[in-house]
């Protein structure tokens, strides 16, 4: 008798987090017998990962598994398996049956584990997962409903996943986390979330800090600690690690990647705006002050660190004064790149439900084509690698 082998594909939409999810995935399936399929109108199961940072991404996944039906249709083949996963499952099993009927099951991210092997297509530098979810409740994000609550994995399990890494050749690595700077020192408690979660009304007032949400560290902080394990590894060049958000930037982190060059000289630390008011409504935890100071304190520990970010234009509420501050802190920062966003209210966030979306479209593109010539177009010849 034979068995035919099955077959799988993968197909990833967003950040790198859904990247080395998808690594995981693909292990997992090869743990079971299967093989990947060349192309997702070969294969028998089909993993549609998806994004839902903006209504874009959303969009796009959607689209796919539209052409995916209407190319099965037209052959008139059976189509694969659908199976979704990704942070659009935050809209819940009964609303993606909606919109999505196609979809036969959907896979919670965290049902691939963080020990499932990897299936890495590229043999230079690995991705490494060191936690999941997000404590924090910046008001735009989804990330704290659709990957939930932040989970640091243990230093040993990382540690074996480098020493594994190294016996196939690896150079190179990042520590991948919503999160990375508060690694082993989330709490556990489940606070906002669960009002979030229900009906009831709530005001910008009743969000909780994001440092309300991690441990001060006593001493050396866990992560700082980490670097310092993944570094004693002779065979390991190259450190990078993503997102690192301004509020809990420890000075011994800081002291650890002016010291220690196996970390890249690239930082990348999101702003998202440089009005304080902005950020206030943004729920971020910091002040410009505080976020200009870190930069200052990376730059005083090593001139040669090069500083990335994330920016949003047209957060519900900006008037053309919080965005000129903005532009102010990009040209006082002199980031050499920035991820410039247009804000688009995403259902289920804290914003979509607290704020109104009140800047016109063409307004939020004037100002996103400003930052971009101010700061993109400006460092187009030596932009730094960002992985
Ligand atoms: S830190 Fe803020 S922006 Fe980043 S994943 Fe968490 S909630 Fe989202």
């Known amino acids: 008798m034979c068995h035919k082998i099955k077959s799988y594909y993968i197909h990833t939409f967003g950040c790198q987090s859904n990247k080395a999810d998808s ?12 093989v990947e399929a060349d192309d997702w109108r070969e294969c028998d199961e089909l993993v549609i ?42 809209h819940g099993d009964r609303k993606l049956q909606e919109m999505m009927p196609a979809v036969d099951e959907v896979l919670p991210i965290g049902e691939v584990g963080f020990n499932q ?24 994000c989804i990330v704290p409903y659709s990957r939930g609550r932040e989970k640091s994995r243990s230093m040993n399990e990382i540690l074996d996943e480098v020493a594994l890494l190294i016996d196939q050749g690896y150079e190179e690595i990042t520590l991948l986390g919503m999160n990375v700077n508060s690694w082993g020192l989330e709490k556990l408690g489940i606070g906002f979330r669960k009002l979030m979660m229900s009906h009831q009304e709530f005001t910008r007032e009743d969000l909780p800090d994001n440092q309300s949400q991690y441990l001060r560290p006593k001493k050396t902080p866990p992560f700082v600690k980490l670097l310092q394990a993944i570094s004693k590894f002779d065979q390991i060049k190259v450190i990078r690690f993503m997102t690192s958000n301004p509020w809990d930037f420890h000075d011994e982190l800081i002291a650890e990647i002016g010291l220690n060059k196996k970390i890249d000289r690239y930082v990348h630390l999101p702003v998202q705006s440089g009005s304080n008011s902005v950020l206030y409504r943004m729920n ?57 966003a247009i804000y688009s209210p995403r259902p289920g966030t804290a914003s979509d439900r607290i704020y109104e979306d009140d800047v016109p479209h063409h307004e939020k593109r004037r100002r996103w084509q400003i930052l971009e010539d101010l700061i993109n177009q400006k ?9």
């Not at 008139?76 to 499952?89: A, D, E, F, N, V």
């Not at 004064?321 to 040209?331: N, Y």
């Open 23 to 34: 690594e995981r995935i693909a292990g997992d399936y090869q743990a079971r017998g299967f």
């Open 49 to 90: 990962n998806t994004c839902a940072v903006r209504q874009r991404a959303e969009d796009r996944a959607r689209g796919f598994l539209h052409n995916v039906g209407l190319y099965f249709e037209e052959q008139q083949k059976p189509r694969p398996k659908i199976i979704l996963t990704g942070c659009m499952i935050h």
């Open 117 to 140: 092997t990897a299936i890495r297509k590229d043999k230079k530098h690995a991705f490494i997962p060191i936690s999941t979810g997000c404590n924090s409740f910046c008001t735009f």
């Open 284 to 340: 971020r935890g910091y002040k410009r002050e505080d976020y200009l100071r870190v930069v200052q304190k990376l730059r005083a520990a090593d001139p040669k660190i090069v500083i990335g970010t994330d920016i949003i234009v047209g957060f519900p509420g900006e008037t053309e004064a919080e965005f000129e501050e903005t532009v102010s802190l990009a040209k006082e920062v002199d980031w050499q790149i920035a991820f410039v």
């Open 379 to 387: 460092h187009l010849s030596h932009r730094p690698v960002v992985v």
